[in-house]
């Protein structure tokens, strides 16, 4: 790993101003940050470990843990909330069995929220990969995953 | 210089005349993100497939939002001789029929049409800018989104692009500094501080280096304007920011965009090298011995990084933590110490119009306190959802019901919610308040950046308190105590009054917390947080109170305040609401009437949906008594 870590860091000068450049990059090599990223970053930029992991942890575009094949990402914009966005995270999370942030033990799915896609009109919205599915209801959650994983 | 700019309009201009005459007819489809939601794509695949098909030929385009997101997926026809007709709602089938009448047939379809530009049309179809929707628009900031092809530089300059610019360059850079002050133009972010006033601030600051920096940092859960206009119209964002160089002294500038929006991104990234390759952007700017280079930074999700310092602690490769109080202001130590110039989207896409045609004509439009034009990202309950902008000082009422179409299901409206996180709900007997930076704030809400949120009255005012500050909750940076712990006490209390757990003096307690977080906090996210709590005390307290006394939830939102329970005199027991339940909290036998689980069911709803609407059995009750009966 650290190899191909070695030359995802490449690109960049390795000044401080890029550690986040460089996490990005990383996670969209992985979808995630794996731990030895940290090391690498920290040596290359001379950045303290401890400060790249800070930064890190700081924003909420970064995992820490694989994510599934299908980032299912409920829309809990306002215009979404008020439109009964929190009854679709239920249902998923029960459809899925597991927690909003969490990933299916056969890393299938992971389920997180998101602030507006974009897509107001649409409200309640879920995006499954980049697909944007709208105006659901609880008992659509299940025909969204079926449609979805129908695509593998 | 002028004739190096003439040469390059002569250019553009030529590509596009050659297009108008060519008679070959053009085919816009609104495909920005919100149109790709609702099929743009397929659409477009639909109108190559038709084309090929007839063996005909047309210039199909993808352009930006015109903002009608409730009609999407938009497809324009501009057939030579006649007026660019725009047809809402079609699907791939739609837009193959259409496209066989209208190109290959010449029967504009006056059924799919919503409506013609221009002044003349075929017989059928509306004036576009006289429906509803649009008569009390005036597009300024948002003139070219969805007009011009976002990919296309020469398109925008055609259109007066980068004409702002030039007039710049032949000018001292202390005029063009008067001329935006001149102009009041108010920063479009949300607190409306003077433009000119920070202008001004960084051009007289002494450094070896100054910065640019564009927010595009779109926080607000509930809005889109920013992405709107990058994804529609990045030039003219890349035009403002450059004139903001020259006239500050800059040679560089950031553009800080949310990772989220990944077409933006690509848009901007294009009109970047194209703006290099004509000169209009990079070393010596159409020959002035100018510099200016532009970097896209993407940013990775934190709602704090609104605040400049933050913003520029996140640049700088930190985590994006407001600095600590007292520090200097960002126009004279920002990024890397040196003095920086923050602005909105918004606010340097509307300055190369302010410099091309003068800052009296942007004074002139909106009222005395606040210039010019607001954009608003009009969501919720509402018949017409979309990206609307309009004069300041229009009144709350003429955006809901006109330019919306009004509430959804004909409705009661209760309250709108403008400002975001930072904002409030205003409610009915505020809707003749006058939309502009100071008569938001006096009413106890903001303009902030632009979402406007229409509840109707199945809306829990407490819960939406709530939603606001978990939301603010979560994304504090956690280094200032009121902050931090302030809004952790404000949402357990209000987790407690939404859970039925409310007591007796918890509305105060709520006004008391606010009232410290506002004083005690050092950066806008945490002195604005309480805001959407105070604000729907201030109108809605009678929510509160029913909350807390009656453990009622009149928008009967609340879970934890509503029980579900079948009436057997309306039950048919055709079985839809046990087959759908899906924790199996439903028993009865077919064609009997069905009962309820209290200790399995968990209130999702879907009951509720199924019942046939011949029967509504399945009621939803909140109050005391009825809690009280079914435990």
Not at chain 1, 48 to 70: H, I, L, M
Not at chain 2, 122 to 133: A, F, N
């Amino acid at each position: 790993m650290r190899e191909e870590l070695q030359k995802i860091l490449a690109p960049f000068k390795g000044e401080k101003k890029d550690v986040i450049p460089m996490l990005q990059a990383v996670q969209n090599e992985y979808s995630y940050l794996p731990e030895e990223a940290f090391e690498s970053i920290a040596e290359y930029s001379g950045v303290p470990e401890s400060k790249v992991y800070g930064a890190a942890t700081f924003y909420s575009q970064f995992y820490f843990s694989p994510r599934g094949d299908y980032e299912v990402k409920v829309c809990l914009g306002t215009a979404c909330h008020v439109r009964g966005a929190a009854q679709i995270m239920e249902s998923l999370e029960r459809e899925l069995d597991i927690c909003c942030g969490e990933t299916t033990s056969d890393y299938k799915y992971s389920l997180e929220r998101v602030n507006c896609v974009g897509s107001c009109a649409l409200a309640p919205v879920v995006m499954v990969g980049d697909d944007v599915y709208g105006r659901l209801e609880p008992k659509k959650v299940k025909e969204v995953l079926d449609k979805s994983a129908s695509e593998v | 210089m002028r004739q190096k700019f003439d040469t390059i309009e002569k250019e553009a201009r030529k590509a596009w005349e050659e297009l108008q005459e060519s008679g070959v007819p053009q085919v816009l489809v609104g495909a920005a993100t919100c149109g790709n939601a609702t099929g743009g794509q397929d659409v477009i695949k639909a109108v190559y497939k038709k084309l090929k098909e007839k063996n005909g030929k047309a210039v199909v385009k993808q352009v930006g939002c015109i903002g009608l997101c409730y009609a999407e997926v938009l497809v324009d026809i501009i057939k030579p001789g006649m007026p660019r007709i725009c047809y809402s709602e079609m699907t791939p089938e739609k837009a193959e029929e259409l496209i066989e009448s209208y190109l290959f047939n010449d029967d504009p379809r006056p059924d799919m049409a919503l409506g013609h530009f221009g002044e003349e049309g075929p017989e059928g179809i509306p004036k576009i800018s006289e429906l509803p929707v649009f008569k009390s628009q005036q597009r300024v900031i948002l003139k070219n989104c969805g007009h011009v092809d976002p990919e296309s530089i020469e398109e925008y300059i055609v259109n007066d692009g980068y004409k702002g610019l030039l007039k710049c360059l032949e000018q001292k850079p202390e005029d063009i500094v008067d001329e935006v002050t001149s102009s009041r133009l108010r920063g479009r972010g949300g607190a409306g501080f003077p433009a000119g006033r920070k202008w001004s601030s960084c051009l007289k600051a002494q450094a070896d280096e100054k910065y640019v920096i564009c927010n595009a940092d779109e926080g607000d859960p509930g809005a889109f304007m920013d992405r709107s206009v990058l994804e529609g119209d990045p030039h003219s964002v890349i035009e403002g920011m450059t004139i903001a160089g020259y006239a500050i002294g800059a040679s560089k500038g950031y553009l800080y965009v949310r990772a989220e929006y990944p077409l933006a991104i690509a848009r901007l990234r294009k009109a970047i090298a194209q703006a290099k390759e004509k000169n209009l952007l990079g070393e010596d700017i159409l020959g002035s011995g100018f510099n200016f280079d532009l970097e896209i930074f993407q940013g990775a999700g934190a709602f704090v990084c609104g605040e400049s310092t933050a913003l520029v602690m996140s640049i700088e490769g930190n985590r994006g933590m407001p600095k600590p109080l007292p520090r200097p202001r960002t126009t004279e130590a920002g990024l890397w110490g040196r003095p920086t110039l923050l602005n909105n989207v918004k606010t340097f896409s509307v300055v190369p119009q302010i410099l091309n045609k003068g800052a009296d004509w942007f004074a002139s439009i909106g009222t005395e306190g606040s210039p010019g034009t607001a954009v608003f990202a009009l969501t919720g309950k509402i018949n017409r959802s979309g990206l609307i902008e309009v004069p300041m000082g229009i009144e709350l009422e003429k955006i809901i019901r006109e330019i919306g179409g009004d509430i959804l299901d004909d409705k009661e409206f209760k309250a709108v919610q403008t400002g975001g996180p930072s904002g409030g709900c205003l409610p009915l007997d505020k809707l003749d308040l006058p939309v502009d930076f100071d008569s938001l704030l006096e009413a106890g809400s903001m303009m902030g950046s632009g979402g406007m949120v229409v509840m109707d009255k199945d809306t829990c005012m407490v819960d939406v308190a709530r939603y606001f500050l978990d939301f603010t909750f979560e994304e504090s940076c956690g280094q200032c105590a009121p902050c931090r712990l302030g809004t952790a006490q404000m949402l357990s209390i209000l987790d407690d009054i939404c859970e039925g757990r409310g007591r007796e003096g918890d509305i105060e307690l709520l006004l008391e917390l606010g009232d410290s977080i506002i004083k005690g906090t050092i950066c806008g996210l945490g002195n604005t947080a309480p805001n959407p709590v105070l604000s729907t005390i201030e109108y809605f307290r009678d929510e509160y109170e029913a909350h807390i006394r009656d453990k009622s939830c009149p928008a009967l939102v609340c879970k934890s305040l509503i029980v579900y329970t079948i009436n057997e005199e309306k039950c048919n027991g055709c079985g839809r609401c046990r087959k759908s339940c899906p924790v199996e909290a439903i028993i009865g036998e077919k064609k009997e009437p069905h009962k309820i689980d209290q200790s399995k069911c968990t209130k999702c709803g879907i009951c509720y949906q199924e019942c046939p609407d011949r029967f509504g059995a399945v009621e939803r009750k909140t109050g005391q008594e009825n809690l009280s009966v079914v435990n």
